[in-house]
């Protein structure tokens, strides 16, 4: 254990108001002008991976957290500089290469490729929480003191956020981070190695509380459910699949989800594709779990021709392929570019229609994606 000792001092104003706040209130000098503190805390040892410093404002969680780790560790929100036209995709990481930071965004719940493609200034809070957190995992050094962690966005956020974070560090071994925040309740989501409550210079080691379930159920639903919540969230623009099934999950009366599956010629095989999981839930594991719900029910038979049948998936989504290849109930089949020659074809032609250039050269369309295949096999395979 490292003692921390800090001591901070300012000058004491000498005016009528400071004054008379200190005679009203028995304020000695030293009690206005000195913040002292001095705390026990494991920062030398190794075999911890997350350390969170937490209390109210003004009890010296950033003094100590600085005074911990040395002011150069120090990263507070606000003093990240973003670019104004810079879509984050190209600012978060520049040296890494594309996958890396693709694996990283995805990993902390900012799934949407769209909003890669967007400056940060134009991101909502939440984005802009989560884009703050892929730049940390792939630039933040051996060791990190993140200030005013979760301050800024709401609590939903803010829980599920905290949770896809320290499961993302917690990949890389070698690695510590001091989280500094006021809100207790992502203190189960984040699942600490060890706590310093500022409130009280508490120390604890682990969590007493496990991290809360999330449960969902999944219903059926219809395609203006898809069209009114989840569409804007997709990363491709697509027609509705024809005679699907559409399916959600639902998380205390709220859709969180949406996937939808239909059949291959001779219901030979299932095809399951628009699978959005709302932002605020995206990094909390909910949308391979529904994936798989989903896949489980076709399995069985337990879909509109009775049958039972396996489910194919295809994505072009990195963060998607990545998270797919961990799962053992899901199988990789293969990569390809595009659906086939003759789509592809259509596609491109249609672009260059679309861009007022029948005959010159044309913008890929969408059938040029580089997708990648998955195969649902069952739990316990």
Not at 164 to 179: D, E
Not at 296 to 304: E, H, P, T, V
Not at 315 to 336: E, F, N, Q
Request: a positive charge; one cysteine or more.
């Amino acid at each position: 254990m490292k003692t921390v000792a800090v001591e901070l001092s300012t000058r004491m104003p000498e005016t009528y108001r400071s004054a008379r706040v200190r005679s009203l209130f028995n304020v000695t000098p030293d009690q206005a002008a000195t913040f002292r503190a001095s705390v026990q805390i494991p920062v030398d040892e190794d075999g911890w991976q997350i350390g969170l410093i937490v209390g109210p404002s003004g009890s010296g969680k950033s003094t100590i957290g600085r005074a911990a780790f040395g002011p150069r560790c120090f990263l507070r929100s606000a003093a990240f500089r973003w670019s104004k036209d810079r879509p984050i995709i190209d600012e978060i990481a520049p040296a890494s290469g594309f996958n890396s930071v693709a694996a990283a965004l995805s990993a902390v719940g900012l799934g949407s490729c769209p909003s890669w493609l967007r400056p940060f200034h134009v991101l909502s809070t939440g984005e802009r929480f989560r884009a703050t957190l892929a730049s940390v995992l792939l630039e933040g050094g051996r060791r990190v003191v993140m200030d005013e962690f979760t301050s800024v966005v709401d609590r939903q956020v803010a829980r599920i956020g905290a949770m896809a974070f320290a499961k993302a560090w917690r990949r890389t071994a070698g690695r510590q981070i001091l989280l500094l925040s006021c809100h207790r309740d992502i203190v189960p989501w984040v699942q600490p190695d060890w706590i310093l409550d500022t409130e009280d210079f508490s120390f604890s080691r682990g969590c007493l509380r496990r991290r809360p379930e999330i449960s969902f159920t999944v219903n059926t639903c219809r395609w203006s459910l898809y069209d009114s919540t989840f569409a804007r969230h997709h990363y491709l623009s697509l027609p509705h699949m024809i005679a699907a099934t559409n399916y959600c999950a639902v998380v205390e009366g709220k859709p969180v989800a949406h996937v939808a599956v239909a059949t291959t010629t001779g219901l030979k095989t299932a095809r399951m594709c628009r699978l959005v999981v709302a932002p605020e839930w995206q990094g909390a594991g909910i949308g391979l779990r529904f994936m798989s719900a989903v896949a489980g029910l076709w399995l069985s038979g337990r879909n509109r021709y009775s049958k039972p049948m396996t489910t194919v998936f295809h994505t072009s989504h990195p963060g998607l392929v990545a998270a797919l290849l961990r799962r053992p109930d899901w199988i990789y089949m293969g990569g390809r570019m595009g659906e086939n020659g003759l789509s592809s074809w259509l596609s491109m032609a249609a672009s260059r229609l679309r861009h007022g250039n029948p005959r010159g050269h044309s913008r890929y369309g969408g059938h040029m994606r580089a997708i990648q295949a998955f195969r649902y096999v069952g739990a316990g395979t």
